[in-house]
């Protein structure tokens, strides 16, 4: 047993970060819309995940080089400054939502210490403290990856048991209402926003420098798959959970609320916490932004570096200097976003649906790297990890153009 937990480290480091508080908000907001629907897009999306994290583990301990300088030896580095660039831009996106969605777990409590006076703009003030923290934490840990393995184990384990003991308690607690067909099936973005929260290309292009990290070579390929599995299953059923205690509470209620503030989410809490709900949901989002918030600037900020041939390891000067402007960058575009008019819940969803844009890019090089013909023996990638990963990249492009229309849309109405 002890053997197979050290087997578990980079891809829950993955999961961590794909699990923040913007997954949370978008998967309770698809429950409530599209009820059961949203069950089978997990589901897909974790098996379409966990075929892209394997083949970037197995491209991680295959090759010598790390990802970028692999792609850049064999096609030129201006390529892979642009695939180091699409990824920040991903995480830029990815880190923005975070950033909302923290501010929108811990304004329940800041309007409760205020009196019930709005956050306006202590938020901000939130966002620039909460960031400087976080860079702070970036200078100044020592052994940075194992420190963060160590967390994400935690954390993601005290999440799972949060979820499943709310969603045995709501399951358990009889519905106060009468079941009525929804007048409308959800919202779009929201269904998209789960998939690119479940189904992130660029986490899983991180994979391929955590293993390096952990330090494993090709003959810890097992492990890695065992890894892989194990960590994207978890993050599968949480999000399920999640979805699911949110179509429970609210699908198909005469009054469902549009779901556009944490307190409407914090309801699907109220069977086992009452009037708590919304303070306990408010730590909750604030425990899934510490998840993600410095791990997912970090896979911004290392692979940009790798991708100009300044470095890739965790700890180093360039990635941490790039991982600290990923950390501005998405909190400059959260902080923008927040002057705007509209719900954080759809502000949040919309830039969570964004990140798929990216994807077929990172996929696309994920699979070159692992159909080398230099791959032979034991580094030959197995068939099945590459037909996955295959499928995967196939819906990313078809998601994409999706959501590129869906964007444009949305732009001329």
């Known amino acids: 047993m002890k053997n197979l937990w050290r087997s578990i480290g980079p891809a829950m480091v993955v999961a ?10 978008t998967s309770s907001k698809v429950g409530a819309g599209f009820g ?18 394997a083949l970037a583990a197995r491209i991680g301990v295959s090759y010598q080089g790390s990802t970028c300088d692999e792609l850049a030896s064999r096609l030129g580095r201006p390529l892979a400054i642009v695939v180091g660039l699409i990824l920040f831009l991903v995480v830029a996106l990815f880190q923005s939502s975070n950033n909302l969605a923290m501010v929108a777990g811990l304004s329940p409590l800041i309007e409760m210490m205020n009196g019930g ?17 976080l860079i702070g934490v970036l200078y100044l840990m020592r052994e940075l990856y194992r420190s963060v393995e160590k967390l994400m184990k935690f954390l993601i384990g005290v999440m799972v048991v949060a979820f499943l003991f709310n969603f045995l308690v709501v399951y358990l607690t009889p519905r106060s209402f009468e079941f009525t067909a929804p007048k409308d099936t959800g919202d779009l973005f929201a269904l998209i926003g789960l998939i690119g929260t479940t189904f ?51 699908h198909g209620r005469p009054d469902q609320p549009e779901l556009t503030s944490v ?6 809490l109220e069977p086992l916490f009452g009037s708590w709900a919304t303070v306990i949901f408010s730590v909750g989002i604030v425990a899934a ?51 705007q008019s509209g719900s954080t819940v759809t502000l949040i969803t919309f830039a969570q649906a964004l990140t798929v844009v990216g994807n077929p890019a990172l996929g696309a090089t994920l699979l070159y790297l692992g159909t080398r013909p230099e791959l032979v023996g034991a580094r030959r990638i197995p068939r099945w990890i590459l037909a996955l990963a295959s499928v995967g ?18 732009i001329q109405g």
């Open 16 to 25: 961590a970060v794909v699990l923040g508080p913007g997954s949370i908000l």
């Open 263 to 268: 307190d409407q989410v914090a309801r699907q």
């Open 117 to 133: 006076k709005a956050v306006g703009t202590n938020g901000q003030i939130l966002l620039l403290l909460f960031n400087a923290v």
């Open 200 to 250: 992130s290309v660029g986490g899983a292009f991180y994979q391929s420098y955590l293993v390096k990290e952990k330090g494993w070579g090709i003959s810890d390929a097992k492990r890695g798959l065992f890894d892989t599995v194990v960590s994207i299953s978890v993050l599968g059923l949480v999000t399920v959970v999640i979805l699911l205690t949110s179509m429970r509470v609210f």
């Open 393 to 410: 990249f196939l819906i990313s492009c078809v998601v994409a153009v999706r959501t590129a229309m869906a964007v444009w849309d949305k």
């Open 289 to 339: 932004a510490f998840s993600s918030f410095l791990v997912n600037a970090m896979i911004g900020g290392t692979v940009m570096s790798d991708s100009l041939g300044k470095g890739s390891r965790l700890g180093k000067g360039w990635p941490i200097h790039l991982t600290s402007v990923a950390l501005l960058t998405g909190m400059g575009v959260a902080m923008l976003s927040l002057t």
């Open 36 to 53: 059961g629907m949203g069950v089978p897009v997990v589901i897909a999306a974790a098996i379409m995940m966990i075929g892209m994290v």
